[in-house]
């Protein structure tokens, strides 16, 4: 199966900034969306930010729209996100997906579109 790996997290002051990663094992993504999730303790994966390997195309959540920037490298191997001005309200698991078929469904950042799942990294942000 196609393997992810998230890397990057950690903590962060209000205001502060981290780069998470997302690397893929033994496989490109060309044709598939990536995804970017965070979950907190008793509430569902949300989706934060998703692109398209396709033609680049980005859709954010509205609580980081202007604050994380979304990317995937020309090799179609990795993904970043970019979280700048982080708030609190930011701190969870973050987790890398990938959607399960190529070529063919629209960009979207619902969990019910990606099959495969990194193990996530934690992000923490207080003062």
């Known amino acids: 199966q196609l393997q992810l790996a998230e890397s990057g997290g950690g903590s962060a002051q209000p205001g502060g900034s981290l780069r998470l990663s997302c690397a893929v094992n033994?496989?490109?993504?060309?044709?598939?969306?990536v995804g970017w999730f965070r979950q907190v303790p008793g509430k569902e994966r949300e989706g934060i930010s998703c692109?398209?390997?396709?033609?680049?195309?980005?859709h954010y959540d509205d609580s980081v729209k202007g604050r994380f920037t979304i990317s995937m490298d020309n090799a179609k191997k990795a993904s970043d996100l970019q979280m700048n001005g982080l708030k609190p309200e930011d701190t969870g698991v973050y987790y890398c997906?990938?959607?399960?078929?190529?070529?063919?469904?629209?960009?979207?950042?619902?969990?019910?579109?990606?099959?495969?799942w990194g193990q996530g990294t934690q992000v923490t942000v207080s003062s």
């Open positions: 997906a990938v959607n399960l078929w190529p070529l063919g469904p629209p960009l979207a950042c619902s969990s019910q579109e990606y099959g495969y």
């Open positions: 033994g496989y490109t993504l060309d044709g598939y969306h």
């Open positions: 692109i398209s390997s396709k033609d680049g195309s980005a």
